[in-house]
């Protein structure tokens, strides 16, 4: 594919080095620093220019683009790059970043051509009312048209037992993967859990919530009070998340403006506290030490992991941390902290799981990345041969019931297969479900 990127920021420089190993890519910015530094790293067209400007793409004209990103930080110009985009070149497919969630309610987007918006600020706001939902839970992932859930949980348990994964497989709950020390594979039913693995669990919610509860050494608490530190819009975001969910918060920041602005915002459904951060008195001070839950909401990674060994070692059992840096993922899991995607990175993952998948397909990428998952559905078809090895589990879904063979499938229903696999296998795993 042809595909040009408006905006070289974090997000569009991601995407720039990822599509380029297999796709001709163009990046768009006024950042002359921004595009040197892609230059230098990847093999990509850089074309200096404001993207604001009908005149950027009169060099563009006369060839057809498969895709055309705007990922600048600014709706504004998102909406208007891509507005000019569809009117001075032609374009198959355009794929927008966007923060307002106005847009999505409304047929902005649709009207000036867009095919697809990705809004990241919503999307970590729903991921973390789902880790709420599920207190047990390091990650928890929905799909389409099913009534089953991908929940990841840490084994914690103490000593050096393990737990057989067939000790915890039922019909309604299948150990899909497990990430131990930095290595994701796909366990066999005599595989062991030990503690510190994350758990990958793919079914019905309730069951993995119940069936789970032997990997951790004290069962998991509800949240009904919670603590979130940074009050940008993202900080908002997740407190009036939380506060639809009936949790009480307490929304700690250092600039007086963005707390005056929360204050506003929120309407007195959350208590916004003025600090500085570093005083390790605040927890007593302002009574956070007996709150469920602590999300480090902040866009430093590294202030984040802090604040969230500060809590744990003051006896908060439940940390979040905001991950804007895929490299500070890894480092938050052995730390024992719940890392959850931040805008950017959403974003970024938003993007590419639309990029790959396609009107059969859908693809949704988790364990930082490096594991992936595959759904297709069907109206009715021949029973399908499911791929299973030692790299990939799949299975078929029909009528609410997961089916590890396609024999017991009623041919004349719908049905969907979904196939979980590592990243060295995706090609293959790909090739096979768009074929079945």
Known sequence: MTIIIAGAGRVGFRLARTLSTKHNVIIMDQNEEALKRLNESIDALTLYANVEDPKSYESLAGKKYDLFIAVTDSDEINLVCSLIANEKI????????????????????SKIGITDAVFPLAMVAHSLQSLSLYPGASNVKCFKNLPFKLISVKASFEGEDSIPVENLSSEAL???????????????????????????????PETIQSKTASLHVKPPKSVKTAVIFGASDLG?????????QGVAIKLIEKDVVLCNQAANQLQHHATVINSKYGDFHLFEEEGLLGADMLVAATPNDNENIVKCIEAKSMGIGRVIAINNDIEHYRLMHTLGIVALRGPKMNAFYAIMEIINSNINVDERLFCGGSAICFTRHFQSATKPSLLNNAKTLSFCIQDGHICSSGESLDESQPFSIVAFTDRQNEESVRTWINAS
């Open 236 to 244: 908002v975001t997740l407190a009036q998340a939380l506060i639809d």
């Open 90 to 109: 032609e374009v198959n497919k355009t794929v927008i970043r966007l923060k307002n969630q106005f847009f999505a309610k409304s047929s902005i987007a």
């Open 174 to 204: 299948h150990i899909v993967g497990v990430d131990r020390q930095k290595t994701f594979f796909i366990p066999t039913q005599r595989d062991q859990i030990r503690t510190g693995d994350t758990v990958y669990c793919f079914g019905d």
